[in-house]
């Protein structure tokens, strides 16, 4: 039990430090407060693959590195990744298959998209009701904002970063013992 706690720790670790490098390196469009960074949220697609602790984990610390490097809005979206990190691991979880059917697979990313751009609406537009959403740069019309830029953009941005995710843990399972693939070959 200790070693898997301890591989447990170690494999959160990186991910969250990756989930704090990517928003300072990687190219990003921000549209205040919908922000796309490229692979953003692969570190907590990956953490799914493993379980929903490791899920939490790096949700929680890649929604720390979101607050030291974006505005709080984009951190608190951040934080809500929680949701759909734990929703979509204890799924893998239960249903390893799913990662041997693209098709399967597809609509789980689907579903966990819709999820992920639901949540992150939400925050936004509760942001907003409380007060002035700081940052914000786009003058237009609410619908366009949350639904477009927050709703479609973040679902387009969701599925992007899953399939990054799902091509780096599928070779990442050839030499290393991802729980979920495991579970998968087992059970097939």
């Known amino acids: ?13 990186l991910l ?5 490098l990517i928003p300072m390196i990687m190219p990003k469009i921000v549209i205040g407060p919908a922000s796309y960074t490229l692979a ?27 607050l030291m490097t974006t505005p709080l809005i984009i951190a608190l979206r951040a934080l ?17 298959g799913i990662v041997l059917n693209q098709k399967q697979f597809q609509w789980f990313n689907v579903v ?11 925050v936004v537009a509760l ?5 002035t959403v700081s940052g914000t740069t786009y003058g237009g ?19 992007i970063d899953y399939n990054i995710a799902f091509f780096v843990v599928r070779s990442l399972s050839k030499s290393f013992k991802i729980p979920v693939f495991l579970q998968a070959k087992v059970t097939s």
Request: aromatic share 14%; net charge positive.
């Open 141 to 159: 019309s609410a619908f366009v904002f949350y639904f477009v830029f927050l709703g479609i953009g973040g679902f387009i941005h969701s599925l």
């Open 40 to 66: 953003s949220h692969v570190p907590l697609f990956v953490a799914m693959f493993f379980s929903p602790t490791v899920a939490i984990a790096v949700a929680l610390g890649t929604a720390f590195g979101f």
């Open 127 to 131: 942001f907003s009701l409380v007060g």
């Open 80 to 96: 809500s990744h929680i949701i759909f990190a734990v929703l979509g691991a204890l799924y893998l979880q239960k249903h390893p």
């Open 112 to 122: 966990i998209g819709l999820i992920h751009s639901v949540c992150e609406v939400l």
């Open 16 to 20: 969250i430090a990756l989930g704090v």
């Open 1 to 13: 039990m200790r070693k898997n706690s301890v591989h447990q720790l170690t494999i959160s670790a």
